[in-house]
């Protein structure tokens, strides 16, 4: 597949003890951040209105306010990435089922995954679309060449927003490598600028001999992630389909 260019507008992260912008600097082994680069910026934290707080759970809540706290947020396509979502949401909508009870409206409108991106466009007044990925441990490698293929398309900015957690007690054993959930990285790209940064993406499929059956949902991200705040010249995370490269093309 050929490269795809971008650049790095903003980006947020969360995970539980990696909160701030230095916390990630020093996960990443970075001990400051260049005043004119991305990495530098201060975060702030969008408080969410009420309304828009009672229909998410905790994780959603912060992977929206991780979106809006990225630059001109109001002004992206939007694209969701999650390989389980609300999965606490569906487990509940089945255990109604299973209680011969009426599953919950509210339940059901937003467990699906296109529900936070649809919630995002309407809280923002956002009409560049969205769409939601869902590639098992590749998720975030899918979501991002999502984002950059639209921009190659359309040279317009999108705005990925990976997010997932731990799955519920019952189901626990079947994701042991994904150690490192919950998670969430929310990243604006916008067409490569001369002015700026900028990288390329470059994903190809992973040989069936040397994909990671063990790979973690997370390794992806955080590839990236410490790609991204290191200035490394290159990363390469092997998920378990493909292989995801990204490079400074400066």
């Keep these: 597949m050929t490269a795809l260019s971008f650049t ?3 980006w947020r992260a969360w995970a539980p003890g990696l909160e701030t912008h230095e916390a990630w600097l020093n996960w990443a082994g970075r001990a400051q951040a260049d005043s004119d680069s991305v990495a530098g910026r201060e975060w702030t934290v969008t408080a969410l209105p009420t309304m828009l707080r009672r ?8 992977a929206i306010s991780a979106a809006l706290d990225c630059e001109a947020a109001e002004q992206s396509r939007y694209i969701f990435a999650s390989r389980h979502g609300e999965l606490d949401r569906t ?3 089945l255990a109604s089922i299973a209680a011969d009870e009426t599953p919950s409206p509210t339940e059901f ?12 466009s309407i809280h923002t007044g956002n009409r560049q679309g969205h769409t939601a990925v ?7 490698g899918f979501g991002f060449m999502e984002a950059a293929a639209y921009i190659a398309a359309e040279a317009k900015p999108a705005l990925l927003v990976y997010y997932d957690s731990t799955l519920p007690d019952d189901y626990r054993a079947l ?17 490569a600028d001369s002015r700026k940064p900028r990288y ?31 200035g490394e010249a290159t990363a390469v995370s092997v998920g378990r389909r493909m292989t995801w490269r990204w490079l400074r093309a400066d």
């Design 91 to 93: 487990v509940r909508i």
């Design 175 to 191: 994701d042991a490598a994904n150690d490192a959930l919950p998670l969430i990285v929310a990243v604006r790209l916008e067409p």
């Design 55 to 62: 229909r998410i759970g905790a994780l959603a809540q912060r």
């Design 134 to 140: 869902a590639g098992g441990v590749d998720t975030f």
């Design 200 to 230: 390329a993406f470059a994903p190809s499929p992973t040989a069936a001999a040397s994909g990671q059956a063990g790979v973690s949902t997370t390794a992806a991200p955080l590839d990236f992630l410490r790609f991204l705040l290191t």
């Design 109 to 120: 409108s937003m467990s699906v995954h296109h529900a936070l991106a649809g919630l995002l």
């Design 8 to 10: 790095v507008a903003d």
